[in-house]
């Protein structure tokens, strides 16, 4: 089974969607690639004994965060944006900053999806739309989604301007309310993420039934249960609790669907948040003198911390088939590094901080630079925070 791949493209072709590993270079790395079936969403190994079409349009993805099954409809995640902002002993760290949503239910949609991802990734995701509150919008296909809280994403992710009396006025969307004004709103972002459809009430039984008496209500069963002495023939009534079935499941089926837009938007802005971290060849789940160069032998996801794993139940199907080279776990968290230098001054005076690298490009290029001053010493700062799944 060949490693974990670093860059994928994703395409919908006509027996289902298409992942296809492919080398730096965007050449076809190896003879084996994935394939999700429409419908039914079934995981499969597959060998690609030739290339596929150029022409054919696809997705350029940075990895797969899994498969989210709503039951009716199912759609693969994939990574579409990520952010270095770290390295550790020569392995990248990867922020996600945004992610794609490709819908299984048949190739017209999961070609439009892919239409829609290829376009925002040839435009370099810079079309803006107006913000727009997506609380109250439930209309609209995975493709406007995909396009919309993209947009919505990089503009709430500016720097927030001084409030104006015009502004004030202006509704605020949720994406904003979420990444601008963080601490203020916590708690309804908690609550919002975690909402779940509302629990349907059984029917309840007429008051004069409740208050009967129960003899009286077990004459009248005992009635109903004989025969008619007319000789009519007695007609089956049917039951309460299985009445009471079917209505929940056509209610909850429902209200999944009437739902799905939130979901769709909800999964892509949880994951777009910057607030998920990965690496191909680093493993984030483990303390740093616990990663050592003999355990990098067995593939990422065996040997990472399920306590960490937030993509796991989403990745079950890949796990279930031992598709290592599709299967990239994700932490939540925060992952932070700094490089300063410090000079060395003679005479018994204070040593001083006389560079420091901020930005994390500069932080990586400092490492990368093998060019070291006699007079200074050079220090790494990193900082990696995780959260455990067991807190979700």
Known sequence: MPGLAKKLHIVATADGVLIHPVSPKGKPDGSLGVRLKYSSGEVAPIPLEHEHDTSEVRIEAHGILGLLDLGSAKYLLCITQREEVAQIRGKPIYVITDVTLVPLDSQDEAAKAVQSAAHLQSQGNTAVHEDSDHEESEEGDVADINEETSAETGAALEAPEQATEVSKKEPASILKNVVQNTGKYGKFAGKWFSRTPPATKPTQEPATLKEAPKEAQTDDTRATAEPAESGEAATEVPSKSDTGNDTNTTTHKSNVATLTPRILRSAKLFFSS???????????????????????????????????????????????????????????????????????????????????????????????????????????????????????
């Open 274 to 392: 910057r607030s998920f971290y990965f690496s191909y060849g680093y493993d984030l789940s483990a303390r740093f003198a616990e990663e050592s160069a003999l355990s990098t032998s067995s593939p990422l996801q065996k040997r990472f911390d399920t306590n960490f794993f937030w993509n796991r139940n989403l990745m079950k199907p890949f796990i279930d088939r031992s598709l290592d080279l599709v299967i990239l776990p994700v932490i939540q968290g925060f992952v932070g590094q700094r490089a300063f230098s410090i000079g060395k001054s003679g005479g018994g005076e204070s040593d001083v901080v006389v560079g420091a690298a901020g930005k994390s490009e500069e932080v990586v290029a400092a490492q990368e630079d093998p060019a070291k001053a006699a007079s200074q010493s050079d220090l790494l700062i990193t900082i990696i925070s995780r959260r455990s799944v067991k807190r979700a």
